[in-house]
């Protein structure tokens, strides 16, 4: 009759065989099973804290006939810039409430009803924006008061280092004011021409270099855009095709080492 340490020796070298068995076959499942290449959702603009459109208070002030795009929010830079490429799927905005009185003489004034829509620029040295794609204008006289989201029916592409702006060829109640002088963003507007809010400015035309030369302090445009980054490949992994490597690996997992007695 075998000993009881036979019986446990060769219940150790099945189970030994059996995990070895079920590491191959883990082992083989990993190289069958595709790699996940995965995107990202990237949302340019937003803050911890919201920025408060100054309408209907008193002043009431609107981006207007301009494109343009936050440069500074304290010590940050950047916040419209992608960091990596994709499409933008959405962009959103909140919008002042201006009173009946304040909607007429916008509207008067600036060309019709409020409307906006989202520019990518990609920027160069000394200010200048080479325009590379746009959204569709949308009205947003439905939407005073309220943030909205406005879903793309067509993305609009996006490369690394690319930034987004705000196009408004009438009227926006997307601006909100009193911060500190380190909050600033820039008109596509001349150096000359910074006080001139009524002039259009607004780029609407594919292929055009602009310069945002008109930096305005103490304010926020209040907008953010929604980018689904471009999915990255997996790592590519060489598969093993030297079978005696194969079989001596698993055979180094299916034998129980022996102890020297």
């Known amino acids: 009759m075998p000993s009881d340490s036979d019986v446990s020796r060769r219940l150790g070298r099945r189970a030994a065989v059996r995990v070895g068995r079920v590491l191959v076959a883990a082992a083989v ?8 290449a995965s995107a990202e959702i990237i949302e340019l603009g937003q803050t911890t804290t919201q ?18 795009y936050q440069a500074k929010i304290g010590p940050t830079r950047g916040i419209f810039t992608a960091t990596k ?9 909140t919008l002042g409430a201006p009173t009946d009185k304040q909607i007429k003489f916008f509207n008067t004034t600036l ?3 409020p409307s906006a829509g989202i520019t990518v ?12 794609a746009q959204s569709p204008v949308v009205d947003l006289t439905p939407y005073l008061g309220e943030t909205v989201q406005f879903p793309l029916e067509r993305s609009v592409p996006i490369k690394k280092n690319q930034t987004v702006a705000l196009s408004v060829p009438t009227w926006a109640p997307a601006l909100a004011i009193g911060f500190g002088t380190d909050t600033s963003w820039r008109a596509s507007r001349a150096r000359d021409q910074c006080d001139d809010t009524a002039s259009q400015t607004a780029i609407d035309t594919l292929g055009t270099v602009t310069r945002f ?22 790592s590519k992994k060489k598969p093993a095709t030297d079978v005696a490597k194969q079989r001596r690996a698993k055979r180094r997992i299916t034998e129980p080492k022996r102890k020297k007695s």
């Open 121 to 132: 620029f990609k920027p160069a040295e000394h200010l200048f924006g080479t325009i590379t």
């Open 85 to 93: 490429g994709g499409r933008i799927v959405a962009w959103s905005v």
């Open 111 to 113: 060309g019709g009803a």
């Open 213 to 234: 030369m008109c930096l305005y302090k103490t304010a926020r445009l209040t907008y953010s855009v929604t980018i689904v980054t471009n999915p990255h490949p997996p």
């Open 51 to 68: 920025a408060v459109p100054s309408c209907p208070a008193k002043p009431c002030l609107a981006v207007s006939r301009t494109t343009g």
């Open 29 to 36: 499942a990993a190289t069958i099973l595709p790699a996940v």
